[in-house]
């Protein structure tokens, strides 16, 4: 906070001294209003990875507008902001595999209880036909995990020996740009290496898993069936 406040008030600050200046002000002024509102939208988004992005275009645009208008002090400061935003998107786009891992979880269990309480609102706007099922006998839990913190939870059941069928894959919306998906069911495939000897099926509940999984590489086959096609 310290430094957002630092940022707003160097970049007032070369604005009046540019005030003088008719046209360099109304100018400068204008593009000054668009980098705070692409600010003020990346403050919106619950996906940590879009915040970062719009983050960067933002702070990328103040340094631009402080070149420019030889605000130099802006430019430094907003620069640093996208180095710093470019420096853990790279971290999340490339460690994936090192920062995610999938974790089974026998029920009962309390934790399980107390996640799908806590997200049941979300669940059934998702999945409105998986808690009359969540607590079936033969159904396997999976929690998603980076490093120490759920992020997630994954369910399904075997329906014949070979063949595991996934039709529940929440996860907090902090984590909803796909990314966690790419690793556990997309080219990551780190659920069906958990499980090498069954193939992978996932049904779609709603629209948006549909477009989910067609996001991930899955495509539709009969009966409602979603399998993986590696085009993702």
């Not at 940022?7 to 209003?33: D, R």
């Not at 002090?73 to 971290?91: D, Q, S, W, Y």
């Not at 609102?121 to 998702?126: A, D, S």
Request: proline content about 3%; overall charge positive; charged content about 20%.
């Amino acid at each position: 906070m310290p430094l957002l406040y630092a940022k707003c008030y160097t970049q007032l600050h070369y604005l009046q001294k540019i005030k003088g200046k008719k046209f360099g002000f109304k100018c400068g002024k204008n593009i000054w209003l668009c980098c705070v509102c692409i600010d003020c939208i990346s403050l919106t988004r619950s996906s940590i990875a879009k915040l970062r992005w719009c983050n960067l275009f933002g702070a990328a645009s103040f340094c631009i507008y402080g070149l420019f208008t030889n605000a130099y002090p802006v430019a430094f400061l907003n620069g640093l902001f996208a180095l710093t935003n470019l420096f853990f998107l790279k971290k999340r786009l490339v460690k994936t595999q090192q920062q995610f891992t999938i974790l089974k979880v026998n029920r009962p269990s309390n934790y399980v209880d107390f996640f799908l309480d806590f997200h049941q609102m979300e669940i059934q706007h998702l999945f409105p036909r998986f808690m009359k099922v969540a607590d079936l006998p033969d159904r396997e839990y999976y929690f998603l995990a980076e490093v120490t913190n759920v992020v997630g939870m994954l369910s399904g059941y075997r329906e014949a020996e070979n063949t595991f069928v996934i039709d529940f894959d929440f996860v907090v919306p902090a984590y909803r740009d796909c990314r966690l998906g790419h690793f556990t069911l997309g080219h990551g495939q780190a659920v069906a290496k958990n499980l090498a000897d069954s193939r992978i099926v996932a049904l779609a509940d709603s629209l948006e898993h549909e477009n989910y999984l067609s996001e991930l590489g899955f495509s539709p086959k009969v009966n409602g069936r979603w399998t993986y096609d590696g085009n993702s």
